[in-house]
C-alpha cells in the first residue's frame, strides 16, 4: 500500500467481507482508532485520478504509522529467518522455556515458527480487539484457543507482529497471569512505541518504527 487513500480502499473491503474494526486494525496494523477512522472515511474516498497526486493524509486523520510486512509474510523461507532473529532475542530470558504464545491472527502463524525455532510449545491468545467495533474495550475479553497448549504453571514467551499502541501486548501479559502462566519475555517485528518492557516483561522488537514530526 503507497497510501491513504490505499489503506482507506483496504479498509472498506475488510468491512463488507464483515471483520470487525478491531479486527481490521488487525489485519491493517494500524491502531483501532486508526481503523474505525478508514472505515468511517471510506464512503468519501475521492475518484482515480488521470494524474497521480502527491498522497497527502486528511485532515482530522489520527495520527499512526503504516507497517507493510508482506513481502516477509508472504514467503516461508523469509518467515523462517525473521523467527530464528526473534528467537534468538528471546533464548537468553529463562532456562527451559517449554512454551510460546502467538497474539492471533498475524501473530499466529510468527509464533509457530518461533516455537519451532525454540522447540517450545505453542499456544495462541485471540485479543478482545478482534470483537471491537465502538465504545469501551474493557467490556470485552480475550481467549486462549483450546486447540494448542495449555497455560497455567508455565513460563512462556509471547510473539506479536507489531506493538502499535501496546494495549494488546498488555492485555496478553494480563490474561496468561491471570490464567496461572508467567510470560518472562515479549518480541515482536516491529515497534511503533519503542517500548522496552510492559507490565514488568522485557519487550524486544526487530525493529522500532517511530514517528517523528514537526511539532505545531
Known sequence: MKNVDDLIESAAELAARGLSKGEIADELNVSRETASWLVERS??????????AE??????SPQD???DWSAIG????RMRYIAAAMGDLLAKHGEDV??????EKAGGPVATLVAR?????????????????????????GTFSRNFAGIRDRECYI?????TSGTTMRETIEAIRADGGEPLACVVLADKQGVEELEGVPVYSLLQVISVGKGD
Do not use: C, F, N
Not at 517449554?98 to 497474539?103: A, E, F, R, W
Not at 510473539?159 to 506493538?163: A, E, G, Q
Open 117 to 141: 525455532e525454540l522447540e517450545t510449545d505453542l499456544a495462541t491468545y485471540t485479543p478482545a480487539k478482534h470483537q471491537w467495533e465502538e465504545g469501551d474495550i474493557e467490556d470485552l475479553g
Open 43 to 52: 464512503g468519501t474516498t475521492p475518484e482515480p485520478q488521470d494524474r497521480p
Open 65 to 67: 504509522i503504516h507497517v
Open 55 to 60: 498522497p497527502t493524509v486528511p485532515a482530522g
Open 74 to 77: 508472504r514467503d516461508s523461507k
Open 98 to 103: 517449554d512454551l510460546t504464545v502467538g497474539i
Open 159 to 163: 510473539v506479536d507482529d507489531t506493538i
